[in-house]
């Protein structure tokens, strides 16, 4: 194999593809970066078995082959070449890396022990505004569990009926869902897409215009700028959210966004090194009481709220709050709360499109 490509194209690939290689594995392969030269491309593709990312750049082929170089290292160096041209060349034992007047060498592996990655998914697709697409993925990936004691919980729900879709996600202590429209789909359907691989897609995709995913046997496959993607999707029943939100509400709160998130950051400083973080809400009369306690020190601040219904005192893990205050786009926000002990949720006042329920801490006073 021998060709030259430009440092910057080369650069912009591999720091691409270089995040679906493995980190932890038995397999060495699958921390490669298997690079193809044929015809007057470059074609760079990665995957840990879960997740694949394959990106095509143009180059000058003098010989056509393919060679499994290491994906980190070499990611890392050819960062450091992309004012440069480059020529890469094998023999299928090593690599030579040559820029201006030096040159490198890298040990690789056989392309034909990296894994077959499957881009042939098209049996049903929906597709999605791209600004929309990003705005479900920031809306909800962040409510994903990350431990894998229930694995389905580290995925986004995407379930779509005739032209509305709801993206869900939850981690057991807290539950994000938004609502849209698909531009078209083949039909309803319902997937569970790993947060990891649309945290990928949302750094893919951009622009004003519309993104078209595929789905077949359990993978995912999404296209933008010359890189595809595919992932595994989780099989399992996901949780149902019909059960898990409350319908009535003892006590409603109206407020300032901008204010509400200002004083809840100033209480989470002194708790940030605690456990869970506690912040607590001490609703009465016209506003919210925030206060938090630390060895550090304590905080206490009133803010302005409209308030109809039951006084409450309630305990929160500041992050879980904060989160969802931030993903809330309008200036003034809703909360809703039943009890000390019952999941609270966070809208926004106008556009109900979007929802964000927040189990409450148990402390000595509400246990």
């Avoid at 149902?240 to 109206?254: H, L, S």
């Avoid at 973080?277 to 803010?303: A, H, T």
Wanted: aromatic residues 6%; negative net charge.
């Amino acid at each position: 194999m021998k060709l030259v490509c430009e440092g910057i194209d080369l650069s912009e690939a591999v720091l691409k593809v270089v995040k679906a290689c493995a980190t932890k594995t038995i397999t060495p392969v699958l921390e490669c970066i298997k690079i193809k030269a044929e015809n007057d491309k470059l074609i760079l593709l990665a995957t840990d078995g879960e997740i694949s990312i394959k990106k095509t750049i143009k180059a000058e082929i003098y010989e056509e082959g393919e060679v499994c170089v290491p994906g980190r290292y070499f990611a890392d160096f050819i960062k450091k070449l992309e004012n440069v041209q480059i020529t890469l060349s094998s023999d299928g034992k090593k690599m030579d890396i040559i820029y201006a007047d030096s040159q490198t060498d890298m040990q690789v592996l056989s392309a034909e022990d990296f894994p077959r990655v499957d881009t042939e998914i098209n049996e049903q697709s929906f597709k999605l505004k791209t600004a929309d697409l990003k705005k479900f993925i920031s809306a909800t990936s962040f409510c994903c569990a990350t431990d894998d004691s229930r694995p389905i919980l580290k995925g986004c729900q995407f379930v779509i009926k005739g032209k509305e879709i709801c993206v869900t996600s939850l981690d057991g202590f807290r539950l994000a869902t938004v609502k849209g429209e698909v531009v078209s789909s083949t039909g309803d359907m319902e997937i569970v897409c790993p947060a990891r691989t649309l945290n990928e897609i949302e750094k893919m995709v951009d622009g004003d215009g519309e993104t078209e995913i595929f789905v077949q046997r359990g993978i995912i496959l999404v296209e933008a700028d010359s890189t595809v993607l595919t992932s595994r999707l989780y099989n399992g029943d996901f949780i149902k959210k019909e059960n898990i939100i409350p319908r009535d509400f003892t006590t409603t709160v109206k407020v300032d966004k901008a204010l509400l998130k200002a004083s809840i950051e100033r209480a989470a400083i002194l708790v940030r090194g605690d456990k869970n973080s506690l912040i607590i809400f001490d609703v009465s009369g016209d506003k919210i009481e925030i206060s938090s306690n630390s060895e550090i020190g304590s905080v206490q601040e009133p803010v302005k709220a409209e308030i109809e219904g039951k006084d409450i005192r309630i305990a929160m893990n500041s992050k879980f709050i904060i989160d969802a205050v931030n993903a809330l786009r309008e200036d003034k926000i809703s909360l809703s709360f039943n009890s000390q002990i019952q999941p609270f949720i966070c809208e926004n006042v106008e556009e109900k499109d979007s929802l964000y329920l927040i189990l409450p801490v148990r402390t000595a006073n509400n246990a």
